[in-house]
């Protein structure tokens, strides 16, 4: 089917800066939209940032100013770079994926998801 693929996850100060990416890969047609979202210990996973394939973006008002989302559309890859990156940012971020596969070519997607990445922001 589909994979995503996570990285670039670790330990950074507050103050920090850390770049997330995720590949995707496997029977893909079409790739709809693509996403980030993030789960901290103890709280239910939220939406952090997505976009579409026309370019439109969507974040969470607790990241807007400190995150951009991005993609490289020739690499089915999409970008999160997190600066400002302060304690409340520390969860496992997982990447989120609307995918029509050649299958669904006459209509239709799915959603895929990464293993997920642990972001932790402390001194």
């Known amino acids: 089917q589909v994979q995503l693929v996570e990285s670039g996850g670790g330990l950074v100060q507050p103050g920090g800066s850390l770049r997330l990416s995720c590949a995707a890969s496997?029977?893909?047609?079409?790739?709809?939209?693509m996403g980030w979202y993030r789960q901290a210990p103890g709280k239910q996973r939220e939406l952090v940032t997505s976009i579409t394939d026309r370019g439109t973006t969507n974040y969470a008002d607790s990241v807007k100013g400190r995150f951009t989302i991005s993609t490289d559309n020739a690499k089915n890859t999409v970008y999160l770079q997190m600066n400002s990156l302060n304690p409340e940012d520390t969860a496992v971020y997982y990447c989120n994926a609307d995918v029509t596969t050649p299958l669904q070519a006459m209509g239709g997607s799915s959603t895929y998801w990464g293993q997920g990445t642990q972001v932790t922001v402390s001194s």
């Open positions: 496997g029977r893909i047609f079409y790739i709809n939209a």
